[in-house]
């Protein structure tokens, strides 16, 4: 899936086919649709149940969502996935509601989804697509959820999801038939080809247009933003664009924006540009970090030192929806080796494993294009972002650059 800043890679394809992006390569066909049904019509929905940020909902059964799949494993385009099935029967929390998301395989947009739902803590652990270590959050479909109060009852009318017409003499669609669907044959290369959420993204999604200001009243609706929240954005962007403190020229308003935030403990500048000429041969400071362990992210002017002037460090992107974490102390989740390509579906291998920090990911608070995203998509870090905490016993952001603002939500994730 997409990642916050991705690094180079070692023995990827480069070959045209295998670069394509997924709406070029050899997919699977689209769905059939049941006689007497317009093209728009959803097929295998029940009634909507619209969740919201912080209601509960339970999974439904295996034989149920399998019957509301066509045989490559998709409604509505979005594929479900292998890895999904061990949720099933299980009562979790809406994260948030997923009505749209950013589009990483072309150009950096934002794109609209129908009944998408993402689920506190569930992400995919690669155990379906050749053990992908990205971990990405899982969309589901309104369809394949019910529901319920956090005693398990169901609060929403008992509906039962529309089997998929079987079609050509075939049974609907088994859970082999969702593992196979995980395989798209091999690259150019040799290499196994997979296909997921995040290779097919584009599939059962829409282009968000860009004047489409329905999508803030959805992120309030749906309690994925607060108005606050909404509010700190806006007054950003507005001085992003009045401002223009991205230009080489822009120094006199990049001071002013910093002295303004020092007052009240804001987070300074965060799209400035690094300081080397070159980092393809940057210090790495490896410290072989493991999950478990506690680090600080380092101060925002000494990774800046360690960063071209692309922000770039050996490939690997640092970006400004990261700053605001500069100067907090983390647990580290994984160690990142290998990841699936989403353009090309191919497992590729980082040359410098980056590192991932539990609760750390974009949260769209800064960035245009993927404005209020709720994909979470995990922020990675080069370990010479990175010291040892060995005196630290919890995660805290309190001494990190967004404590005041920008990380409130996560203080309610860290408990």
Same mark, same amino acid.
């Given at each position: 899936?997409?990642?916050?800043?991705?690094?180079?890679?070692?023995?990827?394809?480069?070959?045209?086919?295998?670069?394509?992006?997924?709406?070029?390569?050899?997919?699977?066909?689209?769905?059939?649709?049941?006689?007497?049904?317009?093209?728009?019509?959803?097929?295998?929905?029940?009634?909507?149940?619209?969740?919201?940020?912080?209601?509960?909902?339970?999974?439904?059964?295996?034989?149920?969502?399998?019957?509301?799949?066509?045989?490559?494993?998709?409604?509505?385009?979005?594929?479900?996935?292998?890895?999904?099935?061990?949720?099933?029967?299980?009562?979790?929390?809406?994260?948030?509601?997923?009505?749209?998301?950013?589009?990483?395989?072309?150009?950096?947009?934002?794109?609209?989804?129908?009944?998408? &739902?993402?689920?506190?803590?569930?992400?995919?652990?690669?155990?379906?697509?050749?053990?992908?270590?990205?971990?990405?959050?899982?969309?589901?479909?309104?369809?394949?959820?019910?529901?319920?109060?956090?005693?398990?009852?169901?609060?929403?009318?008992?509906?039962?999801?529309?089997?998929?017409?079987?079609?050509?003499?075939?049974?609907?669609?088994?859970?082999?038939?969702?593992?196979?669907?995980?395989?798209?044959? &091999?690259?150019?290369?040799?290499?196994?080809?997979?296909?997921?959420?995040?290779?097919?993204?584009?599939?059962?999604?829409?282009?968000?247009?860009?004047?489409?200001?329905?999508?803030?009243?959805?992120?309030?609706?749906?309690?994925?933003?607060?108005?606050?929240?909404?509010?700190?954005?806006?007054?950003?962007?507005?001085?992003?664009?009045?401002?223009?403190?991205?230009?080489?020229?822009?120094?006199?308003?990049?001071?002013?924006?910093?002295?303004?935030?020092?007052?009240?403990?804001?987070?300074?500048?965060?799209?400035?540009?690094?300081?080397?000429?070159?980092?393809?041969?940057?210090?790495?400071?490896?410290?072989?970090?493991?999950?478990?362990?506690?680090?600080?992210?380092?101060?925002?002017?000494?990774?800046?030192?360690?960063?071209?002037?692309?922000?770039?460090?050996?490939?690997?992107?640092?970006?400004?929806?990261?700053?605001?974490?500069?100067?907090?102390?983390?647990?580290?989740?994984?160690?990142?080796?290998?990841?699936?390509?989403?353009?090309?579906?191919?497992?590729?291998?980082?040359?410098?494993?980056?590192?991932?920090?539990?609760?750390?990911?974009?949260?769209?608070?800064?960035?245009?294009?993927? &404005?209020?995203?709720?994909?979470?998509?995990?922020?990675?870090?080069?370990?010479?972002?990175?010291?040892?905490?060995?005196?630290?016993?919890?995660?805290?952001?309190?001494?990190?650059?967004?404590?005041?603002?920008?990380?409130?939500?996560?203080?309610?994730?860290?408990?």
């Amino acid at each position: 899936m997409a990642r916050i800043g991705e690094g180079p890679v070692a023995g990827d394809d480069t070959s045209t086919e295998a670069g394509l992006a997924r709406t070029a390569g050899p997919l699977a066909p689209a769905p059939e649709r049941a006689p007497g049904r317009s093209p728009g019509e959803a097929r295998s929905h029940p009634i909507a149940i619209r969740s919201c940020a912080g209601d509960w909902v339970e999974v439904r059964s295996k034989e149920e969502i399998l019957a509301t799949l066509d045989e490559n494993g998709r409604l509505d385009g979005m594929p479900f996935m292998p890895e999904m099935f061990d949720y099933c029967g299980k009562r979790i929390r809406v994260a948030k509601r997923g009505h749209k998301s950013c589009d990483t395989i072309h150009p950096l947009s934002s794109r609209t989804l129908k009944d998408g &739902v993402l689920l506190e803590g569930v992400r995919c652990d690669g155990a379906g697509h050749g053990g992908c270590q990205a971990l990405c959050s899982v969309f589901w479909k309104e369809a394949w959820l019910r529901r319920v109060d956090a005693d398990g009852a169901e609060l929403a009318p008992a509906s039962v999801p529309v089997p998929f017409p079987a079609s050509g003499g075939r049974e609907r669609c088994t859970e082999e038939d969702v593992e196979r669907a995980a395989r798209n044959g &091999v690259s150019a290369s040799g290499k196994p080809r997979w296909q997921c959420q995040a290779t097919d993204f584009p599939l059962y999604t829409k282009l968000m247009g860009r004047w489409n200001f329905s999508q803030f009243a959805e992120d309030l609706a749906s309690r994925n933003v607060g108005l606050g929240t909404m509010a700190m954005s806006a007054v950003y962007f507005a001085y992003e664009n009045l401002a223009r403190p991205r230009s080489r020229f822009g120094a006199p308003g990049r001071w002013f924006y910093n002295v303004f935030q020092s007052l009240w403990g804001g987070v300074p500048y965060p799209r400035m540009w690094g300081h080397l000429e070159d980092s393809t041969h940057a210090p790495i400071y490896p410290l072989d970090l493991q999950p478990g362990e506690f680090v600080r992210v380092k101060p925002y002017e000494q990774i800046m030192a360690t960063l071209d002037a692309r922000n770039h460090h050996r490939g690997l992107y640092f970006d400004g929806e990261m700053v605001p974490y500069c100067g907090g102390v983390y647990r580290v989740r994984a160690r990142v080796d290998h990841f699936l390509d989403e353009k090309s579906g191919v497992m590729r291998t980082m040359k410098t494993p980056a590192v991932i920090l539990e609760n750390v990911w974009c949260r769209g608070r800064i960035s245009g294009k993927r &404005v209020f995203c709720p994909r979470a998509i995990y922020c990675w870090w080069r370990e010479a972002w990175l010291e040892r905490a060995p005196e630290a016993t919890a995660p805290t952001v309190d001494t990190a650059l967004g404590a005041r603002a920008y990380l409130r939500e996560m203080r309610e994730e860290l408990g």
